[in-house]
């Protein structure tokens, strides 16, 4: 199948529905209906959708908090301020670094009714760093800290936190402690909801077949639909004019859809890489709105978790809720795109972590690449870079964080890269 078929299968996957201030009501495959809701407040002017199961309506555009850990408060409350006057209600934090749960605690803090948080469970803070685990000694501080950081005694959706590994996933579906202590959280009323984050589409599938969980954070951009399911959501050999939408990533968004398993979606720029045509798979560039209105004209999806570290990044987000269906258009972008080959590349996930050396893996693959995608790096870029505790030369080249990697990247091979570049 070439491009245009790619193009056009997406379009029959997920049609794009027009969504004016009044409730807007259709059947799914289920019999079961979903609803998109514009407020008539013209400060919100945010479309509310159904998430599945859980019954909660919200915004279409969310918060995905990860940049806030490079803020300080005052920069993380402006964020949830302008997310708060623009009618985003959902927030998205997975991190365990005290200190971002804490701003973001303080900057919900008196408005935590109006939002709904989605929280992980098995993402926790060892030696300085994120750790992800299933080791309930690590598992139940982190997520009493999350409460005590956030200042709320509940999490409206309680994640089962990155499971990549369909191994992984049975055993949580078998019943181990780790989904017992879940269970538990939201027989105390501490989760509401049970949710899984994932990167797979084989463990989305699974979970959702399960009936174990109402909704899932997955990632979602045109670039991970075209690929093969598997482990690894990268492929480098895969050209989009070789195939469609992954046969396993259409039969996930379907199966969701008609058994009413909400999706919120993480990665929609593919780590920033959609925005840059120097950066991107396809040789040219997306814009947020045309990215946003990909995933969310997936069957499911009812809100796209972006990462705002500064004000612009809000607004260039929430002009979805105004463009025009000409700004929407990623169709005829993607059909005359000059390029079609993807390989692994970093999306700054920090899934990677912990590193035996502490150092701050996705940010050193950040800087490496805003330096590299200029003529000249940039004296700000250089800065930062300088001031990390941690520099690339200090990696001994274990491989550990490559076995962690949802994405497949060559970790090593950056690490050299960014010394060549930096020289450090």
């Not at 959280?185 to 909801?193: M, P, T």
């Not at 049970?194 to 951009?221: D, Q, W, Y």
């Amino acid at each position: 199948m070439d491009r245009r078929g790619f193009i056009k299968n997406a379009f029959m996957l997920g049609s794009a529905v027009a969504v004016g201030p009044t409730v807007i009501s259709c059947t799914n495959r289920n019999g079961k209906k979903n609803e998109s809701v514009s407020p008539n407040d013209e400060k919100a002017g945010m479309t509310l959708r159904r998430l599945g199961k859980t019954g909660l309506m919200v915004s279409e555009i969310g918060l995905g908090a990860e940049w806030l850990e490079r803020l300080d408060e005052d920069g993380c409350r402006q964020i949830v301020d302008l997310c708060d006057e623009a009618g985003i209600n959902i927030v998205d934090i997975w991190m365990s670094e005290p200190e971002v749960r804490t701003k973001l605690g303080n900057a919900l803090k008196g408005r935590r009714e109006k939002w709904f948080i989605q929280g992980h469970i098995g993402s926790t803070w060892k030696d300085g760093q994120y750790f992800r685990t299933r080791d309930l000694a690590l598992v139940e501080p982190a997520f009493e800290d999350l409460l005590a950081r956030l200042q709320t005694d509940y999490i409206d959706l309680g994640m089962i936190h990155y499971v990549d590994d369909i191994e992984e996933w049975k055993a949580i579906e078998g019943g181990n402690d780790f989904y017992k202590y879940v269970l538990t959280l939201k027989k105390q009323g501490k989760i509401r909801h049970i949710g899984l984050s994932t990167h797979s589409p084989e463990v989305a599938l699974a979970a959702a077949k399960s009936g174990i969980i109402e909704m899932m954070l997955f990632s979602c951009n045109p670039v991970y639909d075209c690929l093969p399911a598997g482990t690894n959501v990268f492929s480098p050999d895969m050209s989009l004019g070789e195939g469609s939408i992954s046969k396993d990533r259409a039969e996930l968004y379907s199966y969701c859809e008609s058994h009413d398993i909400g999706i919120t979606v993480m990665k929609a720029y593919a780590g920033g890489r959609l925005l840059n045509a120097d950066t991107s798979p396809f040789g040219i560039a997306l814009t947020p709105v045309q990215c946003i209105h990909y995933a969310l004209t997936r069957p499911a999806v009812a809100s796209i978790m972006v990462g705002f570290g500064e004000a612009s990044h809000v607004a260039q987000a929430v002009a979805y809720e105004s463009a025009t269906d000409e700004e929407k258009d990623y169709a005829s972008v993607l059909a005359s795109a000059p390029k079609n080959a993807y390989s692994g590349a970093c999306t700054y996930c920090g899934h990677c972590k912990p590193c035996s050396q502490n150092i701050d893996i996705a940010m050193v693959n950040k800087l490496t690449d805003l330096a590299t995608i200029q003529h000249e790096v940039p004296a700000s870029v250089k800065d930062h870079y300088k001031v990390l505790k941690v520099h690339a030369s200090d990696c001994i080249e274990c491989g550990t964080c490559m076995t962690r990697c949802p994405f497949g990247v060559d970790i090593i091979k950056n690490m050299q890269k960014a010394v060549s570049v930096f020289g450090c």
